[in-house]
């Protein structure tokens, strides 16, 4: 049987995506939030509490991630994008720019990036930054914080996530827990819409919504199955 031709292809990425490139996942024995109270450090109320924690807390996590190199899954899904050009979205949990490093360009880093930060003036000016966070923006003079959306905040161009996960017919999910709403609840969204909704992860994912789940590490699963589209 010829194998089904997709016509619009929307994936989600979390931090199991990133694992074999040696960033650490969140929820994984050894994760960052095994380490971290998350409160403290991916909360509002707790930058404004412990501003710098926070602030060297995302200092290190992007000194980390410059070190780290995309891996083969990375690269697949530059190469699925390639196929199916304007008819592609890449959704990503992630902060760190390995997507964007592998030369992904359709890529929507719904929960900020690591590589920028944002300052606190009421321009809210969005920053390039390689290094640790500056003491002002270069800009306003104004304070800073990272560019990350933390709990309680509301991630980005949900109305575009929205519109994108209910005119596809492809959804995979690549490497997340589904721990996190709203990203959580994409499947769903998708599945409902008439999309066929792929699974692959290293283990698999409660909550249904769910056609194929393939098992085992991003950098082998990814490569093979986006050989099958
Ligand atoms: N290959 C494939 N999957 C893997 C690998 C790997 N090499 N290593 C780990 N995984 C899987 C784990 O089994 C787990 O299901 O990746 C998933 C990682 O889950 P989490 O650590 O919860 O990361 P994620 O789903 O991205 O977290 C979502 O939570 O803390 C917030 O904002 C943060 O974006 C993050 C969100």
């Known amino acids: 049987m010829e194998p089904k031709q997709f016509k619009k292809v929307v994936i989600l990425t979390g931090a199991g995506i990133s694992a074999e490139s ?5 929820r994984d024995s050894g994760g960052l939030w095994e380490n971290e109270p998350v409160e403290v450090v991916a909360t509002p109320e707790g930058f404004v509490k412990h501003p710098e924690r926070v602030i060297d807390f995302y200092n290190k996590r ?9 891996n083969a899954a990375h690269y697949a899904l530059v190469k699925l994008e390639e196929k199916f050009g304007d008819n592609f979205l890449l959704i990503t949990q992630n902060v760190d720019d390995l997507h964007q490093r592998a030369g992904s360009k359709r890529v929507l880093p719904m929960h900020g990036e690591l590589l920028k930060v944002r300052c606190l003036g009421a321009a809210e000016h969005v920053i390039e930054c390689k290094e640790n966070q500056p003491e002002e923006c270069p800009v306003c003079k104004a304070k800073m914080r990272p560019h990350i959306v933390w709990f309680g905040e509301i991630p980005f161009e949900m109305d575009r996530i929205y519109g994108e996960l209910t005119s596809c017919d492809l959804f995979a999910y690549i490497g997340t827990s589904g721990a996190v709403y709203p990203a959580a609840g994409f499947r769903q969204v998708a599945k409902q819409a008439g999309a066929h909704v792929v699974c692959l992860n290293l283990e ?8 194929e789940f393939i098992k085992g590490k991003a950098g082998e699963i990814v490569p093979k199955w986006v050989q099958t589209l």
């Open 62 to 70: 992007r000194q980390d991630a410059l070190r780290c190199e995309p």
């Open 22 to 26: 040696g960033i650490p996942t969140f």
């Open 204 to 211: 698999e994912i409660s909550g249904g919504y769910t056609d």
